[in-house]
């Protein structure tokens, strides 16, 4: 099954960073686009960013030039490094595979995601 866990979720101040990280639990990650998802409370998941094996990324508008995906195949690793964070970006984060096209709806089951938590 291709469940993913995710870390790295805190509390954080607006203007702090995270870095997220999605892990597979039983695969390899290599050649497969892998997404990050969120979900704020009362609200619909939405995608956030997607990395495809080949390194092309994309981004929902609400985070460019604040967050950055990359994927270190090494470690069967998906980051999402987000900076200068706001109160509008507390949500907990999944992420999940696309497939081969950042296209892809998402598969397999939901993990249960990393909270995080822009608040001062």
């Known amino acids: 099954q291709l469940q993913l866990v995710e870390s790295g979720g805190g509390l954080v101040q607006p203007g702090g960073s995270l870095r997220l990280s999605c892990t597979p639990s039983?695969?390899?990650?290599?050649?497969?686009?892998i997404g990050w998802f969120r979900q704020a409370p009362g609200k619909e998941r939405e995608g956030v960013s997607c990395?495809?094996?080949?390194?092309?990324?994309n981004y929902v508008d609400s985070v460019k030039g604040r967050f950055t995906i990359s994927r270190d195949n090494a470690k069967n690793t998906v980051y999402l490094k987000m900076n200068n964070l706001k109160p509008e970006d507390t949500a907990v984060y999944y992420c999940?595979?696309?497939?081969?096209?950042?296209?892809?709806?998402?598969?397999?089951?939901w993990g249960q995601g990393t909270q995080v938590t822009v608040s001062s």
């Open positions: 999940a595979v696309r497939g081969v096209f950042c296209s892809g709806t998402p598969k397999g089951s």
């Open positions: 039983r695969f390899t990650l290599d050649y497969y686009a």
């Open positions: 990395i495809t094996s080949g390194g092309g990324t």
